[in-house]
């Protein structure tokens, strides 16, 4: 029902600033949740941000709070991941998802959502 591709990942210094990109397809992005998620090697998919624009919720991470931003361009139909003082710890595949259930109890749990895009690296070097 929706397509999802992100872009954007790359290698980047501690302390600096990253842009990604989720391009949505086939469905406005608006009428789902979205959220970005990541995964490091050996590690558990990790929840990283959430925004559901129907019902003006946004949700961070505590370790990405007050650096990432999550937005979005409805006439773009692309989601972002700002990223700014980037550290070491960032450094995993980031993935773009999107909940058809804009009433989700759970924004914040992987398993909620229905699409998913293929991922995009990000290494932050120390």
């Known amino acids: 029902q929706v397509q999802l591709v992100e872009s954007g990942g790359r290698l980047v210094q501690a302390g600096g600033s990253l842009r990604l990109s989720c391009a949505a397809s086939g469905r406005p992005f608006i009428a789902y949740t979205m959220a970005w998620f990541r995964q490091a090697p050996g590690k558990e998919r990790e929840f990283v941000a959430t925004?559901?624009?129907?019902?003006?919720?946004?949700n961070y991470a505590d370790s990405v709070k007050g650096r990432f931003t999550i937005s979005g361009n409805s006439g773009e139909n692309t989601v972002y991941l700002q990223m700014n003082s980037l550290k070491p710890e960032d450094t995993a595949i980031y993935f773009c998802?999107?909940?058809?259930?804009?009433?989700?109890?759970?924004?914040?749990?992987?398993?909620?959502?229905?699409?998913w895009g293929q991922g995009t690296q990000v290494s932050v070097t120390s």
């Open positions: 998802a999107a909940d058809s259930n804009i009433f989700s109890r759970r924004p914040t749990d992987p398993a909620e959502y229905d699409y």
């Open positions: 925004r559901n624009w129907s019902r003006d919720l946004t």
